[in-house]
């Protein structure tokens, strides 16, 4: 989201004043945060943080991360929390794994988290094509040095290792109707963590996300953890949307049961002016509570904040 006129940087500045003051952020602004625009729009890179109004734009790209955006920024679905066009999209561009992978050496990257839209109209939900970016990044990325994690068992740090030091985090749609013929596609290209996100609780799901189904994020969870039993898996909730704390505590309970080994916890906030409205500004100290809970029951990485989103400080590999 570029802030091109007067107006628009006024309407930003109104709604930041809006927010309770512990959501007030400055404007994005530094040499490293330029940087990262200008190679990713020198090669025609969307991104999450772009296409859904991402708060943390400027903290991260001022890090010199982003989180990809691939097989295009129109969405099968149209979700009432997510600010992301809803339509019919493009066919999947051949040219994106290859320019993926230039970003990666143009940033040095060690890091990348890549997700995509719903693609319901493609017979393998997308999958195809995330195996394609990460395998692309592998092969163009030689001279990015290893990272090693000290908490990833021995055949994933040996994966690692062989990948050239890039690690990867996918987070992926349901696959809805596909998700056997997905996961077995990206068993050509494991990453390091495969993140699908629960995003609210169920009885939420027929106003936040319609077009998703509880269960079956679940089960995308289980099998992913099944099928590939060296990565660990993710996923992430909002709050704010209104919510009952016994039924956070249930969702955080039944990603557990699924072995889900990460977790995000972050602020729900209206990402444009035709997505739901906020419920509830949870304070700092609550999500601080969030994360002692979550740890509680059994989650190893935990984020939990008011900015936390998916993708912020995935990298990161401790969290207590
Ligand atoms: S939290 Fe994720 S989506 Fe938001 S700016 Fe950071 S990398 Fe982008």
């Not at 505590?249 to 916890?265: F, Y």
Request: net charge positive; with cysteine.
């Amino acid at each position: 989201m570029k802030l091109n006129t007067k107006n628009e940087r006024r309407a930003a500045s109104d709604e930041r004043r809006k927010l309770p003051p512990w959501l007030r952020r400055p404007l994005p602004a530094g040499e490293t945060y330029n940087r990262t625009d200008n190679v990713l729009s020198s090669l025609g890179l969307e991104t999450i943080c772009n296409n859904a109004n991402c708060p943390n734009r400027g903290e991260c790209w001022s890090r010199g991360t982003a989180t990809v955006l691939i097989l295009g920024n129109i969405c099968t679905r149209n979700c009432k929390f997510c600010s992301v066009e809803s339509g019919k999209p493009t066919p999947p561009d051949p040219t994106e794994p290859a320019r993926i992978a230039e970003m990666a050496k143009q940033m040095g990257l060690k890091y990348l988290v890549i997700t995509s839209v719903n693609r319901d109209d493609l017979p393998d939900g997308g999958a195809g094509h995330f195996r394609d970016c990460i395998n692309e990044v592998r092969q163009q990325c030689p001279d990015i040095h290893p990272v090693r994690n000290s908490q990833t068992d021995k055949n994933t740090a040996r994966r690692e290792k062989i990948s050239n030091g890039v690690k990867f985090e996918i987070l992926t749609p349901d696959f809805r109707n596909c998700q056997a013929r997905a996961l077995k596609i990206l068993r050509d290209a494991l990453p390091f963590v495969f993140a699908h996100n629960i995003e609210t609780v169920p009885s939420l799901y027929p106003v936040v996300r319609a077009g998703g189904n509880y269960q079956r994020s679940l089960n995308l969870l289980k099998m992913a953890g099944e099928t590939y039993d060296s990565i660990q898996t993710k996923s992430s909730i909002m709050l704010g949307l209104g919510e009952t704390d016994a039924e956070v505590e249930q969702v955080l309970k039944d990603l557990r049961n699924v072995a889900c080994d990460r977790i995000t916890i972050g602020q729900y906030l209206k990402p444009s002016k035709n997505s739901l409205e906020v419920v509830e500004y949870v304070p700092p100290a609550k999500f601080d509570w969030w994360k002692q809970k979550a740890a509680s029951l059994g989650f190893p990485w935990v984020m939990s904040s008011p900015f936390t989103r998916s993708s912020y400080f995935a990298e990161r590999e401790n969290t207590f």
